[in-house]
Structures are given as C-alpha cells and as structure tokens.
C-alpha cells in the first residue's frame, strides 16, 4: 500500500505509534486549532472541547503547513478522523487512508477515553461521531480500512508492512 497520510478514529493507537517509531509523525490538530502555549503536556487531553480555549486565527493554514513538512519528513503521517480535516486532505489532493474502529469496540474505546481523561463533551461527541459514521468503502470518496475489536492502529500497520 503506497500511502504516507492516514486518518485515524480518536483512541485507536495514533499516539503510540507515533511515540514508538522514529519515522511516524502523529501530527494533533488541537495545538493548530487552538492556542495551547500556556497548556501543560499532561492536560492536553483533558483540554480537548474545552469552550474557552482560544481559536487559533491561523488555522486550518498553519495545520496544512505542518502537515506538508511532516509528509516529506516522515514515512507516515497520522491525521485525527475529524471531517475537516479529512476535507482538508481532499482538498489539497494529499492521498490518504481513512481508519475505523470496528462497530463492536465501542465500550472498548469508550473506556479508553475516559483512561485518559477526556471531557464529558468530547467522549459524547467522540461516541456520536462512532454511532453515526458508516464503516461502507462505498460512502467514502477514499479508501478505508476496519480495524477488528482489540485490534490497534499498530497492528494494521504492521500486517500491511508500513512500519
């Protein structure tokens, strides 16, 4: 699979993988989206959907930028699932691959967000999106792939070579 963006469900493994192999970029859009300069590593997650962060004026153009350097740095580049920024990646004709978390992981990803602390309102918005996403090849102008129940975004990446 010749592919170097990949969109990936929140709590699927982007972190981890982008922690464990040097040539993987796990590239957040909230330090793009919002000013995260006065945040604390550790609260980031808990900061996700807070309404009183600050709106970055430069986004989604600083996102775009960061995102066009992390493509020619690194093997992979993994992407949030988010709608814009997926519409983001098709409007600059960047290729990428679209990955889901399987229909039966729901109570699984729902307690690893709560693990790591996310807000009420982002696991509400977080399971809204899980409930309501097809998981059909045919409802996306772009390829995407499942991943089984207990499978992580490392285990797709290496069953298809990537890493």
């Known amino acids: 699979m010749d592919v170097k963006v ?6 699927c493994g982007k972190t981890t993988v982008g ?18 300069s006065n945040i604390k590593k550790e609260d980031y997650e808990k900061m996700k959907c807070v309404k009183e962060r600050i709106p970055n004026p430069d986004w989604p153009n ?6 066009k350097e992390a493509i020619n740095k690194y093997d992979l580049v993994l992407v949030p699932s988010n709608e814009d920024i997926r519409n983001l990646l098709l409007e ?10 399987s229909l039966d992981s729901r109570d699984l990803l729902f307690k690893r967000y709560q693990n790591r602390g996310n807000s009420k309102d982002l696991i509400l918005d977080v399971m809204n ?5 097809s998981r059909k090849q045919e409802d ?4 995407i792939m499942i991943l089984e129940k207990d499978q992580f975004l490392e285990d797709l990446l290496l069953d298809l070579n990537l890493i």
């Open 19 to 36: 922690e464990k192999y040097s040539n993987v970029c796990d590239l957040r859009s909230s330090t793009y989206r919002c000013d995260y």
């Open 129 to 133: 999106y899980f409930d309501t996403w």
């Open 140 to 143: 996306y102008s772009y390829p």
């Open 92 to 101: 600059n004709h960047i290729p990428f691959l679209f990955v889901l978390p």
């Open 62 to 67: 600083n996102y775009l930028n960061a995102l």
């Open 6 to 11: 990949i969109s990936v469900f929140a709590g």
